[in-house]
Nanobody, 124 residues
Framework: QVQLVESGGGLVQAGDSLRLSCAASGRILGNNAMGWFRQAPGKEREFVAT????????SYTDSVKGRFTISRDNAKNTVYLQMNTLEPEDTAVYYC?????????????????WGQGTQVTVSS
C-alpha cells in the first residue's frame, strides 16, 4: 500500500504563489507516474498536471500552462506543484495521485493511490 500526504495549501491573494508537496510512503512502487488533480465545490475532480517516473515528461491542463510546474525528487519520494500567478478560479482541494503506469496520464481512473487533499483558496 502507498500512502500519499499533501501539504502546502493555504489562503492567498490573486497573483501570489504556492508550492504544494506530496510525500509518498509505504510500499513505494517502482516506475509510478504522479499527478495532481483538483476539485472545486460542486464540480468534478479534474486533471491539473502529471509527470513521468523519470521526470522527463510532463503534461498540464490548458488553464494552468505557463503558471504551474510539476516536478519530483525520487530520492525523497516527493512530488511538487509550483503554482504561480494564482487566480480565484484555482480555488479547490488539490489531490496528489500515483499511477500504475510510468508515463504521463491525465485520467483519474489511471491512478491507483490518492492523498487526502490540501485546500487552496485564492481571494480576488
Amino acid at each position: 500500500q502507498v500512502q500519499l500526504v499533501e501539504s502546502g495549501g493555504g489562503l492567498v491573494q490573486a497573483g501570489d504563489s504556492l508550492r504544494l508537496s506530496c510525500a509518498a510512503s509505504g510500499r513505494i512502487l517502482g516506475n509510478n507516474a504522479m499527478g495532481w488533480f483538483r476539485q472545486a465545490p460542486g464540480k468534478e475532480r479534474e486533471f491539473v498536471a502529471t509527470i513521468s517516473w523519470s521526470g522527463d515528461r510532463t503534461s498540464y491542463t490548458d488553464s494552468v500552462k505557463g503558471r504551474f510546474t510539476i516536478s519530483r525528487d525520487n530520492a525523497k519520494n516527493t512530488v511538487y506543484l509550483q503554482m504561480n500567478t494564482l487566480e480565484p478560479e484555482d480555488t479547490a482541494v488539490y489531490y496528489c495521485a500515483a499511477s500504475r503506469y510510468s508515463t504521463v496520464k491525465v485520467i483519474t481512473n489511471e491512478y491507483d493511490y490518492w492523498g487526502q487533499g490540501t485546500q487552496v483558496t485564492v481571494s480576488s
